[in-house]
């Protein structure tokens, strides 16, 4: 539960989304683009200065996540929710 509730729940605060229909080789662009991004020294160094905390989560790593919260048993789900709200 603390997986879920804690870790992965914080992991996913501002994720990048694509709709479904985009093609899998524009999908891998743009996760290729992004953490090229997140490796740039200039880009950081905005980051730095603007006070911005970059800790990225990878999208496959992030897909990962989201599949598990789709696949917890409906009991869990709604206590996981009691307990967040």
Same mark, same amino acid.
């Given at each position: 539960? /603390? $997986? &879920? !509730?804690? $870790?992965?729940?914080?992991?996913?605060?501002?994720?990048? /989304?694509?709709?479904?229909? &985009?093609?899998?080789?524009?999908? $891998?662009?743009?996760?290729? !683009?992004? @953490?090229?991004? /997140?490796?740039?020294?200039?880009?950081? @160094?905005?980051?730095?200065?603007?006070?911005?905390?970059?800790?990225? &989560?990878?999208?496959?790593?992030?897909?990962?996540?989201?599949?598990?919260?789709?696949?917890?048993?409906? !009991?869990?789900? @709604?206590?996981?929710?009691?307990?967040?709200?």
């Amino acid at each position: 539960m /603390l $997986q &879920v !509730a804690v $870790q992965d729940r914080g992991s996913i605060f501002r994720p990048y /989304l694509l709709p479904p229909e &985009v093609p899998k080789d524009r999908v $891998q662009l743009l996760k290729h !683009a992004f @953490s090229e991004t /997140l490796k740039d020294s200039e880009f950081l @160094s905005d980051a730095k200065k603007s006070n911005l905390n970059m800790d990225p &989560v990878a999208g496959d790593e992030l897909e990962k996540i989201i599949s598990n919260l789709f696949r917890l048993e409906p !009991a869990f789900g @709604s206590k996981l929710n009691e307990i967040l709200r």
